[in-house]
């Protein structure tokens, strides 16, 4: 809780959110920005991404919330004595955002006070702690919502909106998040999560790009348009970037959804991974693809997921092919859940981290490979051990491949929902750069 305290207290950026669509909601009050920032930070309890100090209700008061890039929602803890404002506005039933919202949750029988989480003729939603699979029903209301237009080495000034859709959670719905966060903000790419209303509030561009950050240090996700500029004089221009398609998973992933809803997940379209630039042997590649009529398989991104994590096939076929290309480094016991570990005395170091064999994820081309290095591919753990940072997922999982947090750390990943594709920089270590440097404004 004093960590994360301190990282708003000292980065005075504003986390989140959401926004008003244009749909359902008022105009922001100055003129439009080009892009707006929030500032995050790795919580080292939970391994968790969060953003801290977005400025939310009447009177605005900082609200901390983890990232998500799944999600339909950002949603915040509504229980009595969690949520006072002034300037709430439920969302009627009937209208236009309720629809919108693909919801048949109506709350008509609320007794008591009016509040945040007690409204009658309210459109219901469903906020889900993505984190522990928990999820309940809770009015889905608009409110005030802040955020910086710049970043470093002070922020603001704030675009201001004077209403945006977000869902009332519970107390019960925060255990597992980090500590002192309010619940979690969604990036997906569902109608009322973050990217779209905020451009459809401040008219820019649907798109966002994020840049996770290790253990201590700071990292951002910017929505809109603005120079990926990083200290000291660092800039990633978006033609250096690498792209890929997002593809769509054509079943829904969400813990609730309706009949014929698709996944606001974002997947990409590897097709196969090398290990030190040679093909893994034995991977079954079927499951790499996502099987249209069940939704099951393929790869996606998850903030959520501290480590990637791999079908058991998978697994074995990296994890061995990872052994065979490390053999003259002295192993040690497996340290839960990595099952491939070494004496990380015996491990030099290089500019992108452990000097190990590199991991590529290769997509619609060669050109197209995502060259994961020591530094996202091995994991420091106790007494020493240096462990490959890659988790079981058993035999059936909804999708066979979930590139963790772990392994997008440092690197820039733009995200276009207009163009659907996924631009990536690989590791910002090559050009000596961290997301820590990143400015705007």
Not at 32 to 48: E, M, R, W, Y
Request: hydrophobic share 40%; glycine share 10%; with cysteine.
């Amino acid at each position: 809780m004093a960590r994360l305290a301190l990282l708003v207290a000292s980065t005075a950026t504003a986390l989140l959110f959401f926004l008003v669509s244009s749909s359902c909601c008022l105009a922001a009050t100055s003129s439009n920005p080009s892009a707006v920032v929030l500032a995050v930070q790795k919580d080292d309890a939970t391994g968790q991404y969060v953003a801290g100090g977005f400025r939310q209700r009447t009177p605005q008061a900082p609200v901390t919330a983890v990232l998500d890039l799944g999600g339909a929602t950002l949603w915040v803890d509504c229980d009595p004595g969690q949520y006072a404002s002034s300037s709430y506005a439920r969302v009627p039933c009937a209208s236009k955002p309720c629809r919108l919202a693909r919801t048949s949750a109506c709350a008509t029988s609320c007794v008591g006070a009016p509040s945040p989480g007690c409204l009658n003729d309210t459109c219901g939603g469903f906020p889900e702690n993505t984190v522990t699979r928990l999820r309940t029903s809770g009015n889905l209301i608009t409110d005030v919502l802040s955020l910086p237009t710049t970043f470093r080495p002070a922020p603001g000034p704030l675009a201001t909106a004077p209403a945006f859709l977000f869902a009332c959670g519970a107390t019960f719905l925060t255990k597992g998040l980090a500590s002192g966060a309010a619940g979690m903000a969604s990036l997906s790419r569902a109608r009322f999560a973050l990217p779209t209303q905020l451009a459809d509030t401040f008219r820019f561009p649907r798109k966002f790009a994020h840049c996770l950050p290790p253990a201590s240090g700071a990292g951002f996700v910017l929505f809109g348009d603005a120079p990926y500029a990083f200290q000291p004089g660092v800039e990633i221009s978006k033609s250096s970037l690498i792209y890929t398609p997002l593809l769509v998973d054509n079943v829904s992933t969400a813990g609730v959804s309706g009949k014929g809803d698709k996944s606001t997940e974002y997947f990409i379209g590897v097709t196969a991974i090398k290990v030190n630039g040679r093909a893994v042997p034995r991977l079954n590649a079927t499951l790499l693809a996502i099987d249209g009529k069940t939704g099951v398989g393929g790869t996606k991104l998850s903030t959520v997921a501290p480590y990637t994590v791999l079908e058991t096939s998978i697994h074995q076929a990296v994890t061995d092919a990872f052994a065979a290309e490390t053999a003259m480094i002295p192993r040690v016991p497996s340290v839960p859940p990595f099952r491939l570990c070494y004496d990380g005395s015996k491990v030099g170091s290089t500019r992108v981290g452990p000097a190990v064999p590199t991991v590529e994820l290769v997509m619609q081309s060669e050109a197209a490979s995502w060259v994961v290095f020591g530094a996202n591919s091995m994991v420091a753990t106790k007494g020493g051990a240096l462990c490959l940072a890659v988790v079981d997922g058993g035999k059936a999982p909804r999708t066979s491949v979930v590139v963790g947090g772990h392994m997008m750390e440092d690197n820039l990943l733009e995200f276009d929902l207009q163009g659907l594709r996924l631009g990536f920089s690989s590791s910002l270590l090559f050009r000596q750069t961290t997301c820590n440097n990143f400015r705007l404004g």
